[in-house]
């Protein structure tokens, strides 16, 4: 009910809106018609009176003073105007202001309304006619005053005369003409003054019956509360010398601070009896006292703690070894006729059981050794997995680090200079590497008979993330490409150096598959590493720092080869970079040639390097190795047994040779001899070959037919030439280490002369 209620109040109050407005506008034109009307009578009076003064000036011969009021009229004209302007304006401003409160005239009833609203129209009419009638009264007394001031002698001649002129004032009055009149506008300003104040006057009394004051909101101007006793106290004697202090009192505590020291106590034994149960009596108070830590000092500590236990490590293994007759007096069974000594490693650990060996690979002092998923398989967690083991020549008791890969691993490689990075290519296409920096931690741990291993996943790696620039063929080979700055990383035993000595890795890495398609990789080294992974590489694992970055492509295989290889008639199996120039590199083939080719620049001469015969012949090219004293020369090994020896200035080989059984499973160049390089065959024969003593067969050939060998690799270092010798992996699984005797470690004065001698022959 009261919002129907409140509906039809409002309701009324819009149609009496709409009906005063409309009421408005008809007092508004009726206004105006009434203005126009008076302003019509004006002009007919002054007209009149103009015209009577135009006269009387004409006769009495003033025509300066005509031209004076003529002007003077003219400029209270345009002041009468103004005025009338402003007069309209202030009306229009007082409507625009009485508009606003047309909402609240709403409450007011309509036949008060109406009846005010009656009277408005009356009042302007009426005082229009007082002020035509004044005008007129002023016309009349102007006249009969210059009548008056006329001279009576003016004859009755003159007066006939002003008959005829009359017809003459019509034309007069339409020029502009000067003539004394009365002044109105001091009269009209009054008038206009006397208006606007009546109209504020009812304005402001239409108003005050509508504004009210608003008591329903009511404000606090003073909020004077009771004081409290502690006020009251505060406000009499708070400022009277003192301070207010608060302190916390523990009534129960019965410490208490006194001047003396404490006595210190310690309990001792005593012979009979002793009550106490302590072993040795307790320490004093002052053992007690607070140790400063220095965490930067207790890593560097630990970091020397643990190198020194590697060191421990090393020289109980050799001590060890010396005992039990392994190293240089090991059995004749074990011992080969080269050898001056060997040694096993320890592949008897559970999860290298019954796992083969594909490829073994050594860097000074530091093994490789890649072993293919097992024979066998059952539920182990790593069965299924290539495993990449890192040992330590002197240490051979268990591999320093473990790697695992998903996928078949076809070739690997060492960084250059410090064996801290491992790099492999795969069957799939991949390229992959592995930080032997990382911490442990931060890795898959499994304990296996009671002991925990470590097993480290990639840290980066090409899958799915490069596909655009990657392999779609297995991989065949994965060389680091060498550099000055490479070759002048040395070190004694690489893997106990330091992290911070290691950091800062970058360097070029090339990898090439069976289609010829060579791929150039930058490697680079993150200064900090994220545990959160990196939101731009998906390759690279969480908390790894070392990526790469795929900098170049070039198909070393031209278009007819390339057609060929699309068949499968055509393959690249293996990559060599000059070791003297990174810019020039060299693969092998499935057809007996080795394509010499450049990163970039000219095409490189010669092309090929093929056998004494001419043409080529459907033959593997399973190694090329250049020889670490004379770059320029290089081996390469066959799948026929083959063996040539080349200088890369001449495409004929310098040399060939036909002894071995089988195709070439590895060929190296000795570390220490420039003229020595060992040989292994499928057949599992084993041939050390000379180049001083003879050039046209091995001096040694070893045919090892109980555990046949399955790879081979040269290991040594320049500087300490009484351990250099070879590895050799068997099928079984086994790895064991062959040490030369003086004869093949140590060179001969003059041997690299006698070499190159040979060569130039």
Same mark, same amino acid.
């Given at each position: 009910?009261?919002?129907?209620?409140?509906?039809?109040?409002?309701?009324?109050?819009?149609?009496?809106?709409?009906?005063?407005?409309?009421?408005?506008?008809?007092?508004?034109?009726?206004?105006?018609?009434?203005?126009?009307?008076?302003?019509?009578?004006?002009?007919?009076?002054?007209?009149?009176?103009?015209?009577?003064?135009?006269?009387?000036?004409?006769?009495?011969?003033?025509?300066?003073?005509?031209?004076?009021?003529?002007?003077?009229?003219?400029?209270?004209?345009?002041?009468?105007?103004?005025?009338?302007?402003?007069?309209?304006?202030?009306?229009?401003?007082?409507?625009?202001?009485?508009?606003?409160?047309?909402?609240?005239?709403?409450?007011?009833?309509?036949?008060?309304?109406?009846?005010?609203?009656?009277?408005?129209?009356?009042?302007?009419?009426?005082?229009?006619?007082?002020?035509?009638?004044?005008?007129?009264?002023?016309?009349?007394?102007?006249?009969?005053?210059?009548?008056?001031?006329?001279?009576?002698?003016?004859?009755?001649?003159?007066?006939?005369?002003?008959?005829?002129?009359?017809?003459?004032?019509?034309?007069?009055?339409?020029?502009?003409?000067?003539?004394?009149?009365?002044?109105?506008?001091?009269?009209?300003?009054?008038?206009?003054?006397?208006?606007?104040?009546?109209?504020?006057?009812?304005?402001?009394?239409?108003?005050?019956?509508?504004?009210?004051?608003?008591?329903?909101?009511?404000?606090?101007?003073?909020?004077?509360?009771?004081?409290?006793?502690?006020?009251?106290?505060?406000?009499?004697?708070?400022?009277?010398?003192?301070?207010?202090?608060?302190?916390?009192?523990?009534?129960?505590?019965?410490?208490?601070?006194?001047?003396?020291?404490?006595?210190?106590?310690?309990?001792?034994?005593?012979?009979?009896?002793?009550?106490? &149960?302590?072993?040795? =009596?307790?320490?004093?108070?002052?053992?007690?006292? %607070?140790?400063?830590? +220095?965490?930067? *000092? #207790? $890593?560097?500590?630990?970091?020397?703690?643990?190198?020194?236990?590697?060191?421990?490590?090393?020289?109980?293994?050799?001590?060890?070894?010396?005992?039990?007759?392994?190293?240089?007096?090991?059995?004749?069974?074990?011992?080969?006729?080269?050898?001056?000594?060997?040694?096993?490693?320890?592949?008897?650990?559970?999860?290298?059981?019954?796992?083969?060996?594909?490829?073994?690979?050594?860097?000074?002092?530091?093994?490789?050794?890649?072993?293919?998923?097992?024979?066998?398989?059952?539920?182990?967690?790593?069965?299924?997995?290539?495993?990449?083991?890192?040992?330590?020549?002197?240490?051979?008791?268990?591999?320093?680090?473990?790697?695992?890969?998903?996928?078949?691993?076809?070739?690997?490689?060492?960084?250059?200079?410090?064996?801290?990075?491992?790099?492999? &290519?795969?069957?799939? =296409?991949?390229?992959?590497?592995?930080?032997?920096? %990382?911490?442990?931690? +931060?890795?898959? *741990? #499994? $304990?296996?008979?009671?002991?925990?291993?470590?097993?480290?996943?990639?840290?980066?790696?090409?899958?799915?993330?490069?596909?655009?620039?990657?392999?779609?063929?297995?991989?065949?080979?994965?060389?680091?490409?060498?550099?000055?700055?490479?070759?002048?990383?040395?070190?004694?035993?690489?893997?106990?150096?330091?992290?911070?000595?290691?950091?800062?890795?970058?360097?070029?890495?090339?990898?090439?598959?069976?289609?010829?398609?060579?791929?150039?990789?930058?490697?680079?080294?993150?200064?900090?590493?994220?545990?959160?992974?990196?939101?731009?590489?998906?390759?690279?694992?969480?908390?790894?720092?070392?990526?790469?970055?795929?900098?170049?492509?070039?198909?070393?295989?031209?278009?007819?080869?390339?057609?060929?290889?699309?068949?499968?008639?055509?393959?690249?199996?293996?990559?060599?970079?000059?070791?003297?120039?990174?810019?020039?590199?060299?693969?092998?083939?499935?057809?007996?040639?080795?394509?010499?080719?450049?990163?970039?620049?000219?095409?490189?001469?010669?092309?090929?390097?093929?056998?004494?015969?001419?043409?080529?012949?459907?033959?593997?090219?399973?190694?090329?190795?250049?020889?670490?004293?004379?770059?320029?020369?290089?081996?390469?090994?066959?799948?026929?047994?083959?063996?040539?020896?080349?200088?890369?200035?001449?495409?004929?080989?310098?040399?060939?040779?036909?002894?071995?059984?089988?195709?070439?499973?590895?060929?190296?160049?000795?570390?220490?001899?420039?003229?020595?390089?060992?040989?292994?065959?499928?057949?599992?024969?084993?041939?050390?070959?000379?180049?001083?003593?003879?050039?046209?067969?091995?001096?040694?050939?070893?045919?090892?037919?109980?555990?046949?060998?399955?790879?081979?690799?040269?290991?040594?270092?320049?500087?300490?030439?009484?351990?250099?010798?070879?590895?050799?992996?068997?099928?079984?699984?086994?790895?064991?280490?062959?040490?030369?005797?003086?004869?093949?470690?140590?060179?001969?004065?003059?041997?690299?002369?006698?070499?190159?001698?040979?060569?130039?022959?």
């Amino acid at each position: 009910d009261e919002r129907r209620h409140r509906g039809g109040e409002s309701t009324e109050r819009r149609r009496r809106e709409l009906e005063r407005r409309d009421r408005r506008n008809d007092i508004e034109k009726r206004e105006e018609r009434d203005r126009r009307e008076r302003d019509r009578a004006l002009e007919g009076a002054r007209y009149t009176y103009d015209s009577r003064q135009t006269f009387l000036c004409f006769k009495s011969g003033h025509n300066e003073e005509h031209r004076r009021q003529r002007e003077e009229k003219e400029r209270r004209r345009e002041d009468r105007d103004q005025q009338v302007e402003g007069e309209e304006q202030v009306e229009q401003e007082y409507e625009d202001d009485f508009e606003e409160y047309e909402e609240d005239f709403e409450e007011m009833e309509e036949s008060e309304n109406e009846g005010e609203e009656k009277k408005e129209p009356q009042h302007p009419r009426a005082r229009w006619k007082k002020e035509i009638e004044a005008i007129q009264r002023a016309m009349d007394e102007e006249n009969s005053r210059v009548e008056s001031a006329q001279s009576p002698q003016m004859s009755k001649d003159q007066e006939d005369e002003r008959k005829p002129s009359r017809a003459s004032e019509k034309s007069q009055t339409q020029a502009p003409h000067r003539r004394s009149f009365i002044d109105f506008v001091a009269a009209k300003q009054r008038e206009v003054s006397r208006k606007v104040t009546a109209k504020q006057k009812k304005r402001s009394a239409e108003l005050l019956r509508l504004i009210d004051l608003d008591f329903s909101v009511a404000f606090s101007v003073l909020d004077l509360p009771p004081v409290n006793q502690y006020d009251m106290y505060i406000r009499s004697f708070g400022t009277a010398n003192t301070r207010q202090a608060y302190t916390q009192c523990n009534e129960d505590n019965v410490d208490r601070d006194v001047q003396t020291e404490e006595t210190e106590i310690s309990q001792r034994w005593t012979q009979h009896p002793p009550e106490h &149960g302590g072993a040795c =009596g307790e320490a004093p108070n002052k053992a007690h006292s %607070e140790i400063d830590f +220095d965490s930067q *000092r #207790l $890593t560097s500590f630990l970091q020397s703690a643990s190198q020194g236990y590697k060191v421990m490590v090393v020289l109980l293994e050799e001590e060890q070894a010396e005992r039990e007759s392994l190293r240089r007096h090991g059995s004749p069974a074990d011992t080969m006729s080269f050898s001056d000594g060997s040694s096993r490693l320890n592949t008897g650990i559970p999860f290298l059981h019954g796992r083969g060996v594909s490829q073994v690979l050594a860097q000074r002092n530091t093994l490789m050794t890649v072993h293919v998923p097992a024979a066998s398989h059952s539920d182990a967690l790593l069965d299924d997995c290539t495993l990449i083991c890192i040992w330590n020549i002197w240490e051979p008791s268990r591999p320093q680090k473990v790697l695992v890969y998903e996928s078949e691993v076809r070739c690997c490689c060492f960084s250059p200079g410090k064996a801290t990075l491992v790099f492999a &290519g795969t069957s799939v =296409g991949s390229v992959v590497l592995w930080d032997l920096r %990382e911490c442990a931690s +931060d890795h898959y *741990r #499994l $304990t296996i008979e009671e002991e925990e291993w470590t097993f480290r996943q990639p840290t980066f790696s090409t899958d799915a993330v490069m596909a655009s620039s990657g392999h779609f063929s297995p991989v065949t080979s994965i060389e680091a490409v060498p550099s000055a700055a490479a070759g002048e990383l040395r070190s004694e035993v690489p893997l106990l150096a330091s992290q911070e000595e290691s950091s800062g890795l970058s360097f070029q890495l090339a990898s090439l598959d069976e289609t010829g398609l060579l791929n150039i990789w930058v490697v680079l080294e993150d200064l900090k590493a994220n545990q959160a992974g990196s939101p731009s590489d998906l390759g690279l694992r969480p908390g790894g720092k070392v990526r790469l970055l795929h900098s170049s492509s070039i198909l070393t295989v031209d278009r007819s080869s390339r057609d060929a290889a699309t068949t499968g008639f055509f393959q690249t199996l293996h990559l060599k970079f000059l070791p003297t120039d990174s810019n020039h590199f060299f693969t092998g083939t499935n057809m007996g040639l080795v394509n010499h080719g450049t990163s970039h620049g000219l095409k490189a001469t010669p092309r090929f390097y093929r056998f004494q015969e001419v043409g080529a012949r459907p033959v593997d090219v399973t190694q090329i190795h250049f020889s670490p004293f004379k770059q320029h020369l290089f081996l390469v090994g066959c799948g026929d047994g083959s063996v040539r020896l080349h200088e890369v200035r001449n495409e004929q080989p310098v040399a060939e040779w036909r002894s071995s059984r089988g195709p070439v499973v590895a060929l190296q160049w000795s570390h220490t001899r420039p003229g020595l390089f060992c040989v292994l065959d499928a057949a599992s024969n084993f041939y050390i070959w000379d180049l001083l003593k003879s050039t046209t067969q091995p001096v040694i050939t070893e045919k090892i037919h109980s555990d046949r060998v399955t790879a081979m690799a040269a290991f040594g270092d320049s500087g300490q030439n009484l351990y250099s010798g070879v590895v050799l992996a068997h099928q079984s699984g086994t790895i064991e280490l062959q040490y030369f005797t003086a004869g093949f470690s140590t060179p001969s004065p003059a041997e690299v002369e006698k070499l190159e001698s040979m060569v130039n022959q």
